[in-house]
């Protein structure tokens, strides 16, 4: 399967406690986007990479968020000392500069729960 | 802040009957584009209108973008079982930022 890939697919963690995702796009992908989606809800933007540069980040990520795309591949997506409120689906995407409609492939998402 | 709105937020039909999901943004924006999500799943990308009036078709999916470009329509003839989903419209404010604002979603569920 060379579609956008999640790991793991499912957290369960303890508030206070970090955790981090994993992002590996579809490969020569160049952007990639961090969304989150609560359940009733549509996906909420978090932040874009062109290649290794984040160049969008929204203003509702507190500082306990922070995203990585070091080499303009993989990324990681890291909450700091969760809280019962990070609890959602946290989703990947990507897509290709060349392609002028800019279709934009989701990952399967990563579930968290914080208890 | 800019906001995206949907209607109706649900929406059961019988199957053959048509489906209409309306789009509303509160600025102008840049382009729109149009996802299903089944249940349990992610966003499937279904299209990306961008000019003023645009209308684009898809077999049975006919795509709107407003006049000025602050409100779009996705309207599904003859609704089939694999039809159900939720639909969402994400508008790009701001051309070049990739900072797509998802609507509120319409779910759409087809009676056999």
């Known amino acids: 399967d060379t579609g956008v890939s999640q790991d793991p697919r499912h957290k369960i963690t303890k508030r206070g406690q970090n955790v981090t995702f994993r992002c590996d796009p579809i490969s020569e992908h160049n952007r990639l986007y961090w969304y989150r989606q609560t359940l009733g809800q549509g996906p909420e933007f978090l932040t874009y990479?062109?290649?290794?540069?984040?160049?969008?980040k929204s203003r509702l990520l507190s500082d306990r968020f922070s995203a990585e795309r070091p080499k303009g591949s993989f990324s990681t997506l890291e909450i700091q000392r969760t809280e019962q409120g990070d609890s959602a689906m946290y989703l990947c995407?990507?897509?290709?500069?060349?392609?002028?409609?800019?279709?934009?492939?989701f990952g399967e998402g990563s579930w968290l729960t914080v208890v | 802040g800019q906001q995206v709105m949907q209607i109706p937020q649900y929406q059961h039909v019988q199957e053959g009957e048509d489906f209409t999901t309306y789009c509303n943004s509160s600025?102008?924006?840049?382009?729109i584009q149009w996802y299903k999500q089944r249940p349990g799943g992610h966003p499937v990308f279904l299209i990306q209108?961008?000019?003023?009036?645009e209308v684009k078709k898809q077999k049975r999916l006919t795509f709107q973008f407003g006049e000025a470009k602050k409100n779009s329509s996705l309207h599904i003839t003859a609704t089939q079982t694999t039809d159900v989903g939720t639909y969402f419209c994400a508008g790009e404010p701001y051309s070049g930022t990739y900072k797509y604002i998802f609507g509120t979603g319409t779910r759409l569920k087809v009676l056999a």
């Open positions: 995407a990507s897509s290709l500069d060349r392609d002028w409609e800019n279709t934009i492939y």
């Open positions: 990479f062109q290649n290794e540069a984040q160049l969008e």
């Open positions: 209108l961008v000019k003023s009036g």
């Open positions: 600025t102008t924006l840049s382009n």
